[in-house]
């Protein structure tokens, strides 16, 4: 993270759920592309996390401003936004809840006015498939669009950003969101293996995302991330594992029925992994997310990062691998 510079005329940035696993990259992406950058931060996560406090001390060290709050406490969250060109959300999808808390920003966007951009806490699959989902996606995902619809009802000039699955989750693990860490000798396959979804690198993302806040090309649109080389399938991606150590894996496939039985008696957070798998990866329907995904070119309210900024240099899912011990 390097310390920010001020001197650009940046828009000011409030990041919300900075201390979160996708948050940071946001408030790191923020700092290095030299904006303004405020973390609004609960009261109590320091004490409550030593991890976190040190995190914090991070962002501060690299000129990040520190603003206590809660999106539950409405009067504090407007006069944090009204100091924002630019406000993020990345609060995390454990409830309904969680995510529809969300609906509360808003409203606190609303009575401050000037905000220039929201990007609500999405960085994921395809929202509008959220009625096709199993349980608990179809809860959380669905309240992630209807943040979505309060935001476009709102009026609130906005950006949603569509990074399917981030890299540092279901790579490291070939695929199978149960395991404790890399293949060896055996792996396990969801479905039957041949459907491509997208893996996205979460630094890029952020990075995306900030030039996304300053791009008219941006405003209102879903912003998808579809590098061709990071459209994977299961079968892709255990061939890419065995490559790299040597071997060759022992595959179980799990069939679609097997796999609907395990997100009914997991506990969160699997279940919910092993239903998003399931939307995206097995069921007959994520075909039709593939026939949307596959298209890298930008239309309608829709647009694709690499389109809009070619000479990124995006990190792949070979490379990604590579980069693992
Ligand atoms: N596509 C993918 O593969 C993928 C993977 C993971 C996440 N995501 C998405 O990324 C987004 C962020 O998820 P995450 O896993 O990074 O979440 P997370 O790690 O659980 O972090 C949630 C953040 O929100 C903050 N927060 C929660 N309630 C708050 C409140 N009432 N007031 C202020 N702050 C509050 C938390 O603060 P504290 O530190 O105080 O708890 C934390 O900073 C979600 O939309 C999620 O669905 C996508």
């Known amino acids: 993270m390097a310390k920010a510079n001020s001197a650009k005329m940046l828009s000011s940035i409030l990041v919300i759920g900075g201390t979160g696993m996708i948050g940071q990259h946001l408030v790191t992406a923020s700092l290095d592309a030299g904006h303004p950058t405020a973390v609004l931060v609960r009261p109590a996560t320091a004490d409550a996390d030593a991890g976190k406090a040190k995190l914090i001390e991070a962002f501060q060290s690299c000129g990040a401003r520190l603003v206590y709050g809660d999106i539950n406490e409405h009067e504090g969250l407007v006069a944090a936004i009204k100091q924002a060109d630019v406000v993020f959300s990345a609060v995390g999808h454990s409830s309904r809840e969680e995510v529809e808390g969300q609906l509360k920003i808003v409203a606190a966007i ?3 006015g000037g905000v220039k951009r929201f990007l609500p806490s999405e960085y994921g699959c395809d929202v509008e498939l959220a009625e096709q989902m199993l349980e608990p996606a ?6 992630k669009r209807r943040v979505r619809e309060a935001v476009r009802a709102a009026g609130i000039p906005h950006t949603i950003i569509s990074s399917n699955w981030f890299q540092g989750f279901l790579l490291p693990r070939a695929g199978n969101p149960e395991a404790n860490g890399p293949p060896d000798n055996s792996v396990t396959i969801f479905g039957d293996g041949k459907l491509q979804v997208f893996f996205v690198n979460e630094k890029d993302m ?15 649109k879903i912003l998808h991330l579809r590098h061709p080389k990071n459209l994977c399938s299961l079968d892709q991606l255990v061939s890419l594992w065995e490559n790299k150590i040597g071997k060759t894996l022992k595959k179980t496939y799990v069939r ?9 008696e997991s506990p969160f957070p699997l279940n919910f992994q092993l239903a998003v798998v399931h939307a995206t990866l097995v069921a007959r329907e994520a075909k039709l997310t593939e026939k949307t995904t596959t298209n890298g070119a930008s239309s309608g309210d829709e647009v694709e990062a690499t389109a809009l900024y070619p000479d990124m240099n995006y ?3 070979e490379h990604y691998l590579d980069s693992l011990p």
């Open 138 to 143: 179809r809860s959380i995902l669905g309240a």
């Open 206 to 220: 952020a990075a995306v995302a900030m030039k996304a806040v300053e791009d008219p090309r941006t405003l209102n």
């Open 315 to 317: 990190v792949t899912v």
């Open 110 to 112: 609303q009575e401050a």
């Open 256 to 264: 679609e029925e097997e796999l609907v039985k395990k997100v009914q």
